[in-house]
């Protein structure tokens, strides 16, 4: 299947500080990323819909002021959460579209980066 | 909006024993996608299925895009300790680009 990564893995900051996460679809173009956010023992939460070349699309109380996206290329989505918060603190999630598997499409995950703001 | 309804929740299982789980919705998909999370990781995709009716295995697992539209499951036979995990469920409406998600099933298995 194809290659999603995601950077970093893993990040501490002080709250107030800015942290930038970046999705990568190393293997295929991602016109569409996604942006996931999960809890404990929850299923994944939708966050937003990045299209490349075009401002995100943000589910329903999520604030795209917090949390900015930016899909400058095909194979680039980035997430910035701003101005983080202990209760920022979370898995983040990022998916790609992926539509070379003959027309149908499929999304593949990256592995996810853990925050803790403290 | 669109709901999956995933079960069970959990299974607690011998190691061995085959496992089914499945998902239904209150809409027509056109998508249904099965994925494994691992602890701390993103999830990986097990199966992708696109037409209704279609049966389609991956090793072990087998999956199935229900009749109707509306419904999925996933079949595991002869579980082993590497198949713990949580799985979910997810499926796409026509036109849609986002996917809807089930709430997991956790799987634990007893050696």
């Known amino acids: 299947g194809a290659v999603v990564s995601q950077h970093p893995s893993r990040v501490i900051c002080k709250s107030g500080t800015s942290v930038k996460i970046e999705c990568r679809s190393l293997?295929?173009?991602?016109?569409?990323m996604f942006w996931y956010r999960q809890f404990p023992k929850q299923s994944l939460m939708l966050m937003a819909t990045s299209n490349e070349g075009s401002k995100a699309t943000y589910e329903q109380g999520v604030e795209k002021d917090k949390f900015l996206i930016n899909h400058a290329s095909l194979t680039l989505s980035t997430l910035t959460v701003t101005s983080a918060h202990p209760e920022d603190s979370s898995f983040y999630i990022c998916?790609?579209?992926?539509?070379?598997?003959?027309?149908?499409?499929?999304?593949?995950f990256g592995p996810g980066t853990r925050l803790l703001v403290l | 909006g669109q709901q999956l309804n995933q079960s069970p929740q959990s299974m607690f299982i011998q190691e061995g024993e085959d496992v089914s789980m499945n998902c239904t919705s209150s809409s027509i998909f056109n998508t249904w996608l099965w994925y494994k999370q691992d602890p701390g990781e993103g999830p990986v995709l097990l199966i992708a299925?696109?037409?209704?009716?279609e049966l389609t295995s991956n090793g072990r697992l087998t999956a199935q895009f229900g009749i109707t539209r509306k419904d999925s499951f996933l079949n595991i036979s002869a579980s082993i300790p590497s198949d713990v995990g949580i799985y979910f469920c997810?499926?796409?409406?026509?036109?849609?680009?986002?996917?809807?998600f089930g709430q997991g099933t956790r799987l634990t298995i007893n050696p």
């Open positions: 997810a499926g796409s409406i026509q036109g849609a680009q986002k996917l809807v």
């Open positions: 998916s790609a579209r992926d539509y070379s598997g003959g027309g149908f499409e499929t999304q593949y």
């Open positions: 299925l696109y037409k209704a009716g």
């Open positions: 293997d295929f173009q991602a016109t569409t």
